[in-house]
């Protein structure tokens, strides 16, 4: 085969969107017929479903007893702003921000909440912030996993067990593929269309007691909404992490969420889960080792996401190319893919470096990424052709 010729093989599935991400395999429509619509979400039965998914969500997600689970608003999004606004003030604040999503909460603590005492640990796309620079007598906010650089931490190793401000996390393109650290993680968010390939716009918060006890102890100075407010009179409000939601909910999506956490269950639950993600990344890896024009965005292979795959040229690759013509190749390529029906969505996110993201999440299939590989080759080979002989 030359270079610019097509491979013989499509992926089955073509969606490796970083979100929302492809629902889980043999998903259809029927499998929402259980779900109860047209009732109130505050009847017995609303409200068995919607504790049924956060039970489910504590044994996949393997979360222990002592922390509560709460369906909240307006997706991760919803939940880490909830956490921001209800928690911070209490004592300085320490936020990484190694990409788009941990830059923006840096953005909310320092222009919106305006708090003082604030260190922002800042690193570029493909790096971490050094981890060991970060103070746990102050709360602290980070991304576990960064989803439009491709770059997560580690493991929680670095957070001190006996630290006296919380940890908030966001979790949302980590949870259910990588192993979160409990013990390290005060506060953890995600949506469900991310790793499970639920449906869109409710978040899930998951607090543990210290977050509890903060929030019983302690009373932010600026007001808050209502679909923030997680406490009253000074108590939590318990209801909500028994799935007495703050507004309604879509029962839609939380039957469409339960079906995935159903279907985890039954492959095995979080450490199938994991394993699916981390073959169709060591796919990706693999290929990476073994082509000279395409290099993992993440520079430390210990810092690479299992998830967000996010790809850049190689320096081979760029080699006398204007900065113009290297960003115009993986954007051809993205536009020659989708039409070829054989990868959707797989440009980088818009403030991150030209590149590409695939997701390698859990309810992508490995066969898939395999029969992607060699079509990034041929794209590659196509765009560059184009891209130099248009200029
Ligand atoms: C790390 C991270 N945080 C937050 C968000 C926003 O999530 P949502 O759209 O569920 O609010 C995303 C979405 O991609 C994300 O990747």
Not at 30 to 55: C, F, M, N, T
Not at 57 to 63: G, I, P
Not at 122 to 129: I, M, N, Q, S, V
Request: proline fraction near 5%; hydrophobic fraction near 40%; charged fraction near 25%.
């Amino acid at each position: 085969m030359t270079a610019k010729e097509k491979p013989a093989a499509r992926p089955a599935n073509p969606r490796f969107s970083s979100g929302p991400c492809t629902k889980i395999p043999g998903w259809n429509t029927s499998l929402l017929d259980s779900a109860l619509v047209g009732r109130s979400h505050r009847s017995k039965e609303g409200k068995a479903r919607l504790k049924y998914a956060i039970d489910l969500t504590r044994e996949v997600l393997e979360v222990p007893e002592d922390y509560r689970i709460g369906i909240v608003p307006a997706s991760d999004t919803g939940a880490v702003e909830m956490a921001l606004w209800s928690l911070l003030g209490a004592r300085g604040v320490d936020v990484l921000a190694w990409e788009s999503f941990g830059k923006g909460w840096a953005t909310d603590v320092v222009k919106q909440l305006k708090i003082k005492d604030v260190r922002v640990l800042e690193a570029d796309y493909g790096e971490l912030p050094d981890l060991s620079q970060v103070d746990f007598s102050r709360d602290v906010v980070f991304t576990w996993n960064g989803t439009t650089s491709g770059v997560k931490v580690p493991d929680g190793e670095w957070i001190a067990a006996d630290r006296e401000g919380l940890t908030i996390c966001d979790a949302t393109s980590a949870a259910f593929a990588q192993e979160l650290d409990w013990p390290k993680l005060d506060v953890t968010t995600f949506s469900w269309q991310k790793v499970m390939g639920g449906e869109a716009q409710h978040g899930v918060i998951i607090l543990s007691p210290r977050a509890v006890e903060r929030l019983e102890s302690y009373t932010p100075p600026w007001p808050l909404p209502k679909i923030f407010r997680l406490t009253k009179n000074g108590k939590l409000i318990e209801g909500i992490f028994r799935g007495e939601t703050i507004n309604t909910p879509s029962m839609l999506c939380v039957e469409d969420y339960i079906k995935a956490l159903e279907w985890a269950r039954e492959i095995g639950g979080l450490c199938a889960l994991q394993a699916r993600a981390c073959m169709n990344a060591a796919a990706v890896n693999e290929w990476i080792e073994n082509t000279d024009w395409v290099e993992n965005l993440a520079r430390d292979p210990e810092t690479r996401s299992n998830t967000s795959v996010c790809l850049k040229l190689s320096e081979k690759a760029v080699e006398g190319l204007s900065e113009e013509q290297a960003a115009a190749i993986p954007k051809r390529m993205v536009a020659l893919l989708e039409v070829e029906g054989v990868a959707y969505d797989i440009g980088a996110y818009r403030a991150a470096p030209p590149g590409l993201r695939i997701w390698c999440g859990s309810t992508v299939e490995t066969e898939d990424v395999q029969a992607l590989l060699p079509w990034l080759d041929w794209a590659y080979a196509v765009a560059r052709e184009e891209v130099l002989s248009s200029s």
